[in-house]
T-cell receptor
């Protein structure tokens, strides 16, 4: 079935460090891929998405590239800020273009 | 506000009691989704409503779980005879048409079954 695997957290970084959160998905077709973010006390928000192979989604300094060869959609940011501290979820669209399958989430903690 | 809203934000109940969770989607969104987030787990899909079509109930974990939606507006998720393993955050999301479009999430209802 459909699944998404992302690295376990927490990921702890100092401010201005480089961030990578790995995400891989099961390769049934070419699903749209997403990163959602959940800030403390808030609901899930879409961070970025990519709908086809080699697409790069980007937002707020975060980027992720849809790699069909490695079935990956790793999230990166060149210089993290304390305000980026949150839980990040990778997700794939399921067949039928309706529901999403999510990874377990990765907590990011950024210290000053 | 214009976002998805859910109520209550927190619910504590005793094992065996029934609970109802409410979701108000974004106005004009025809698709509505319920997910569950248990501690340390990712989001699990529960049920999906799209317009007037029959809902996709394939994610409901047992017949104690049911959901209804009135037209293209409010939805209620009902859990009967709650068990401790039902403790989780229940998230509702909506999207404009459901056809691969971005899903917008509410803040969730945190359910604790004692």
């Amino acid at each position: 079935g459909n699944s998404v695997t992302q690295m376990e957290g927490p990921v702890t970084l100092s401010e201005e460090a480089f961030l990578t959160i790995n995400c891989t998905y099961t390769a049934t077709g070419y699903p749209s891929l997403f990163w959602y973010v959940q800030y403390p006390g808030e609901g899930l928000q879409l961070l970025l998405k990519a709908t086809k192979a080699d697409d790069k989604g980007s937002n707020k300094g975060f980027e992720a590239t849809y790699r069909k060869e490695t079935t990956s959609f790793h999230l990166e940011k060149g210089s993290v800020q304390v305000s980026d501290s949150a839980v990040y979820f990778c997700a794939r669209m399921n067949s039928g273009y309706s529901t999403l399958t999510f990874g377990k989430g990765t907590m990011l903690l950024v210290s000053p | 506000g214009a976002g998805v809203s859910q109520s209550p934000s927190n619910k504590v109940t005793e094992k065996g009691k029934d609970v109802e969770l409410r979701c108000d989607p974004i106005s004009g969104h025809t698709a509505l989704y319920w997910y569950r987030q248990r501690l340390g787990q990712g989001l699990e899909f529960l049920i999906y409503f799209q317009g007037n079509s029959a809902p996709d109930k394939s994610g409901l974990p047992s017949d104690r779980f049911s959901a209804e939606r009135t037209g293209e507006s409010v939805s209620t998720l009902t859990i009967q005879r709650t068990q401790q393993e039902d403790s989780a955050v229940y998230l509702c999301a909506s999207s404009f048409s459901g056809r691969g479009e971005t899903q917008y999430f509410g803040p969730g209802t945190r359910l604790l079954v004692l």
